[in-house]
C-alpha cells in the first residue's frame, strides 16, 4: 500500500550535497528516524513527490534541484550594515562582528531574519541572509520505515505524536 495523504511516515534517510559522492549533510541512520505527515506541507514540496509510490521497506535515491529545494542562491540578500549599527555603549564588541556569527534582524514590519555574518571591513559588515541550503541540490538516500493512518489528533496539531 503506497502512501496517502494524512498518513504518517516513518523513515531513515541520509541527506548528501549534489550527488552520491557530495558531503555528507546530514543521516538518521544512526539515530531516530524522522516521521512526518505526509501531505500537509510538513515537507519541501519535491521530497515528499519522490516518495509517492514507496511503501514499506522499499528503499529510495532521488536528487532535488536547489530551486525546488531551499531555492537559488541570492546575491540580491547579502546586505552590508555599516558598522555604527554595532556600537553599543560607544564601542564595538568584536564578539558581535566575528565571522561566522548568526545574526537576527527585524524588517519595519517586524519580520525577521537570520543571517550569517560572511565579510567585515572598517566600515561595514556583510551579512549574507540566504539559507545556508540555498543553491546547493540536494541527494537523499535512505528508506521507508513504515506508514499508518495519522490520528484526528495529529491531524489537527499537525505533528506526529509519540
Ligand atoms: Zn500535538
Same mark, same amino acid.
Given at each position: 500500500?503506497?502512501i496517502?495523504?494524512?498518513?504518517?511516515?516513518?523513515l531513515h534517510y541520509?541527506?548528501q550535497?549534489?550527488?552520491?559522492?557530495?558531503?555528507l549533510?546530514?543521516?538518521t541512520f544512526?539515530?531516530?528516524?524522522?516521521?512526518?505527515?505526509?501531505g500537509?506541507?510538513?515537507?519541501?514540496?519535491a521530497f515528499?513527490g519522490?516518495l #509517492?509510490?514507496k511503501?514499506? *521497506?522499499?528503499?529510495?535515491?532521488?536528487? =532535488? @534541484?536547489?530551486?525546488?529545494a531551499? $531555492?537559488?542562491? +541570492?546575491?540580491?540578500?547579502?546586505?552590508n550594515?555599516p558598522?555604527? #549599527?554595532?556600537?553599543?555603549? *560607544?564601542k564595538?564588541?568584536?564578539e558581535s =562582528? @566575528?565571522?561566522?556569527?548568526?545574526? $537576527?534582524l527585524? +524588517?519595519a514590519?517586524g519580520n525577521s531574519?537570520?543571517?550569517?555574518?560572511?565579510?567585515?571591513?572598517?566600515?561595514?559588515?556583510?551579512?549574507?541572509f540566504?539559507?545556508p541550503?540555498?543553491?546547493?541540490?540536494l541527494?537523499?538516500?535512505?528508506?521507508?520505515?513504515?506508514?499508518?493512518e495519522?490520528?484526528?489528533?495529529?491531524?489537527?496539531h499537525g505533528?506526529?505524536?509519540?
Open positions: 500500500m503506497a496517502k495523504k494524512n498518513q504518517v511516515v516513518v541520509k541527506l550535497e549534489e550527488n552520491p559522492d557530495g558531503e549533510v546530514e543521516s544512526e539515530s531516530e528516524p524522522l516521521e512526518f505527515i505526509y500537509i506541507g510538513q515537507m519541501i514540496p515528499e519522490n #509517492e509510490q511503501n514499506e *521497506g522499499d528503499d529510495f535515491a532521488f536528487a =532535488i @534541484e536547489a530551486e525546488e531551499y $531555492g537559488l542562491y +541570492d546575491e540580491q540578500a547579502i546586505a550594515i558598522m555604527s #549599527e554595532f556600537i553599543v555603549d *560607544g564595538v564588541d568584536p =562582528i @566575528e565571522l561566522g556569527r548568526s545574526l $537576527g527585524q +524588517d514590519q531574519y537570520q543571517g550569517i555574518i560572511v565579510e567585515t571591513d572598517e566600515e561595514s559588515i556583510k551579512v549574507d540566504n539559507h541550503m540555498a543553491g546547493i541540490d541527494y537523499f538516500t535512505g528508506k521507508i520505515i513504515s506508514i499508518r495519522a490520528t484526528d489528533s495529529e491531524l489537527d505533528h506526529v505524536h509519540e
